[in-house]
């Protein structure tokens, strides 16, 4: 089975803290993404990646940042979390070969991240 | 702004199809149908898209009218475990990262 592995379900991390969100992949797909997901307010992309070293901002960019050394390695950082970055963060990948780009979405299990 | 209508909820008897409807009466000649569903505190899970014809895979069928303003996707044989929050996004296939999800159709099925 493909997978998309988020490195933990559930975190509480506290005001001012750094916090890291990993999230690997084993497709060998070059496009990878972090969304975060809020009731009332759906997905929200925060960046994304098309190959390693390469990211864009997405929707909501600010508080984060990202990295992508490896291919099959995306990471979300919050430099210094704060109460409104309590959410739910999902990973996604995805094939952007020509010939085999459905779009499809690949979605790991997700976040839970609680800042207090 | 969600560009898909949908049923805010549903429910069938396990075993029998489940339908679900989407209008996305502006839906533009490049933009996919795609739909996704989501289990409670799970990530979204791709289903299946299309751009005219209908489509099937092994976990549903996609039926696109004719006019490309509406859809329904249909589990034919729903199961408990397809009690989930279902998702229909129009977009060009480039662009199907942005997922503007609307607000889903939550479907229950019965035991």
């Known amino acids: 089975d493909v997978k998309v592995t988020q490195s933990s379900r559930y975190l509480v991390k506290r005001t001012g803290e750094k916090v890291f969100l990993e999230c690997v992949q084993d497709?060998?797909?070059?496009?990878m993404f972090w969304y975060r997901q809020d009731p009332g307010l759906g997905l929200r992309l925060i960046y994304f990646?098309?190959?390693?070293?390469?990211?864009e901002k997405g929707d909501i960019p600010e508080g984060y940042s990202v990295s992508r050394e490896k291919k099959e390695r995306f990471s979300l950082i919050l430099e210094s979390a704060s109460t409104n970055q309590t959410s739910m963060y999902l990973c996604?990948?995805?094939?952007?070969?020509?010939?085999?780009?459905?779009?499809?979405?690949?979605f790991g299990e997700g976040s839970r991240l609680t800042v207090l | 702004d969600a560009k898909t209508t949908q049923p805010t909820s549903m429910d069938c008897a396990e075993g029998r199809a489940a339908n679900l409807p989407c209008n996305h009466s502006?839906?533009?000649?490049?933009?996919?149908v795609y739909w996704y569903r989501q289990i409670h505190s799970q990530g979204p899970q791709y289903i299946i898209h299309g751009l005219k014809n209908n489509e099937t895979n092994e976990m549903a069928s996609l039926i696109i009218t004719e006019d490309r303003k509406s859809s329904t996707l249909i589990l034919p044989h729903a199961t408990l475990r397809d009690t989930a929050v279902y998702y229909c996004?129009?977009?060009?296939?480039?662009?199907?990262?942005?997922?503007?999800f609307g607000s889903g159709t939550r479907l229950l099925v019965r035991p």
């Open positions: 990646s098309y190959d390693v070293k390469m990211k």
């Open positions: 497709m060998d797909h070059e496009n």
């Open positions: 996004i129009v977009s060009p296939m480039d662009s199907s990262y942005k997922l503007i």
């Open positions: 996604a990948s995805r094939n952007s070969g020509s010939g085999l780009n459905t779009g499809e979405l690949f």
């Open positions: 502006t839906i533009s000649g490049n933009e996919y």
